[in-house]
């Protein structure tokens, strides 16, 4: 059962635009919404991340927006340029737990 | 450097033959977990160890052992590795399960089972 559901599985934005990834979430016991971004070859890295409590976090030109009535979240990515060309997930964690349960992944790729 | 270290970055090998990968933090982290990461099915969760001598199954523990002796590592065995094993593995290691800690990740390991 895939608890976090993340669209588009693959995204192509032109330099300069705008992109937006999605998340939806079953479980409402989840506090901690991250996002992560992965090039080839490495790890995930934390990119952005928020609480329930909270509507919406801008860090630069990344942004959570957090709808808790309907269990999304998304990533708002401003400007984009070629340098954020990558994977993208999103997961969430329940605060009793470590456990991050991700999302399936979107490919971000910025034409220059 | 804070950093999580796995080993090997690359390995191949034949079907039943036991393998260990290692991890290891220098973050004083309580909390490792591993993740299998396949194409579209994003990460998914093999085991996690919520301290030393504490760990516990995540999602897809089949086939799979880890021990956590000590703090800072966190190998993750395979007795008799199986095709279905082929798969970019991840360790990641955080302040504690507790709380809105993010993950650090490892560089990751590529397993061929052949």
């Known amino acids: 059962q895939q608890q976090v559901k993340q669209s588009p599985q693959s995204l192509i934005v032109q330099k300069g635009g705008i992109s937006i990834i999605n998340c939806a979430y079953e479980?409402?016991?989840?506090?901690?919404f991250p996002w992560y971004q992965q090039f080839p070859g490495k790890g995930p890295a934390l990119l952005i991340a928020?609480?329930?409590?909270?509507s919406e976090k801008k860090e630069g030109r990344f942004t959570i927006s957090f709808n808790k009535s309907a269990k999304q979240f998304s990533l708002h990515i401003m400007d984009s340029q070629p340098g954020d060309s990558a994977t993208y997930f999103c997961a969430a964690k329940r605060g009793n737990t470590g456990k991050l349960i991700f999302g399936q992944g979107t490919t971000l790729q910025v034409k220059p | 450097e804070a950093q999580v270290t796995q080993n090997p970055r690359y390995l191949i090998t034949v079907t039943g033959k036991k393998l260990t990968v290692t991890c290891s933090q220098n973050?004083?982290?309580?909390?490792m977990s591993w993740y299998r990461q396949d194409p579209g099915l994003g990460l998914r969760q093999i085991y996690y160890?919520?301290?030393?001598?504490?760990?516990d199954k995540g999602d897809v523990p089949e086939g799979y052992k880890v021990s956590r002796k000590e703090k800072r590592n966190f190998p993750l065995i395979l007795e008799s590795p199986s095709p279905n094993q082929t798969s970019l593995y991840f360790c990641?290691?955080?302040?504690?399960?507790?709380?809105?800690?993010?993950?650090?990740f490892g560089s990751g390991t590529r397993l061929t089972v052949v």
């Open positions: 973050m004083n982290h309580e909390y």
């Open positions: 990641a290691s955080s302040l504690s399960a507790f709380g809105g800690y993010g993950y650090t």
């Open positions: 160890s919520m301290n030393v001598e504490v760990t």
């Open positions: 928020i609480r329930p409590d909270v």
């Open positions: 479980n409402t016991a989840f506090d901690y």
